[in-house]
């Protein structure tokens, strides 16, 4: 597409082009949202040229592991707010997937090839949009001086390798083992406690930077029994050779090779002292470690596990403290790609090392189709008001948007960086109290967040329109 190409609208030329690499769902909703801001853009899809081990098809935004959306429940569900802010930001994968959804309850389901076969048919539709199918082994040209780079998890290994040279080499980090993360307002202090082993005091903290469960013997002996013997997830055939490291076996895996290898690992009880019952001293302690700025949510240190959802909910309820433990997110166990975002990348997600290269979807560490499509919506935009000769406006952050942009380009911790769906732990508190004048709590609590986000989030939107 030449960059000279004249505006219908206006008789002066068009910006010059946006490269987009990877027509998933950030890189396809990157494109639309960069045409449709009057952006021309060339979107660059290796498949079908170069297949994947997980893709089936070459249609652009396939849907690999699961048709749902997950919760279309904007009032209450964190997902679900963001398909709503999504869908007044006029996003193309939301609009495709309300256009083939399919029974699911209350989930946004959708049929997989009507839904792609859609998105494929809009990007090729729109004059603004160049597809090539071709792959881009390594770092972009110098020449293309805005670039969005929207590989997902399965990034070919050849760019991915440019960047990790380019970002550094443990920069672009490859995993297969995620822990389980909790949110803090469900765990029981009358059982935990706040301490860190032998009370040191870390850079930025107090001595009280870990949560800390106590098992007895008897407790323990059960425990460990339970993960031996628990349902696990199987690989998939291209996931079989992939080995465990050994830094991030899953905690079962360790189970496995002895019954004290846990206590003298992860759960090591030394160094601690349980307030609630001084003199008893604990045959094991779970840690939980702050996983966000706010200390809403807390990663279970060591707990990386490929035990189904359902045992892992059952095992860690018998876990004193955490009996009633809301989960913002269980762990598992994968083969992927991902960049550690908090470091390497700026507020509007331009790698810091080369300002020109941008990234969208799950290699930046946000987990879900929702949440890579909204981060490619926001790339787009950030790169066609950069194109425009304008600067970035960022979402607030009490928005869904708002909130998982945060937590990947500085909200989350550098080094215990995971990838994150999202969920109103990651959203700033709020205060909103009932007729009574108590703060509200549980459901009523994340309608209030949700009604505070759609009403900032369409200032956010009113104020780009006015700016323009």
Known sequence: MSVALMSMEKDIPL???????????????????LAKAGVPVRLYEMRPISGTAAHQTGTLAELVCSNSFRSDDAESNAVGLLHQEMRLAGSLIIAAADAHKVPAGSALAVDRDGFSAAVEAALEAEPLIEIERREIAALPPDDWDSVIIATGPLTSPALAEAVAELSG????????????????????FDKAWFQSRYDKIGP????KDYINCPMNHAQYDAFID?????????????????????????????????????????????GLTNPHDPDNKPAAIVQLRQDNALGTLYNMVGFQTKMTYGEQKRIFATI????????????????????NSPKLLDETLRLKAMPRLRFAGQITGCEGYVESAAIGLLTGRFAATERLGKTPNLPPPTTAMGAILGHITGGAMEDTFQPMNVNFGLFPPIEET????????????????????????GGWLAGIGAAE
């Open 169 to 188: 080499e443990t920069s672009l980090a490859f995993f297969d083992a995620i822990a389980p993360i909790i949110y803090k307002d469900s765990i029981d």
């Open 434 to 457: 009932d007729e009574r004048g108590k703060r509200v709590r549980g459901r009523k609590r994340k309608q209030a967040m949700s009604a505070r986000a759609l009403k900032d989030f």
């Open 320 to 339: 004193p403290g955490l009996e009633k433990a809301e989960f913002a997110r269980l762990g598992g166990v994968h083969r992927n790609t991902f960049m």
């Open 226 to 270: 339970a993960l031996i013997s628990a349902e696990k997830t199987p690989f998939k055939d291209w996931e079989k050779d992939t080995p465990y490291f050994e830094g991030c076996l899953p905690i079962e895996v360790m189970a496995e090779r002895g019954p004290k290898t846990l206590s003298f690992g992860p759960m090591k009880p030394v």
């Open 15 to 33: 910006p010059g082009p946006v490269h987009v690499i990877g027509g998933g769902l950030a890189g396809s909703e990157a494109a639309w949202q």
């Open 204 to 207: 930025e903290g107090d001595g």
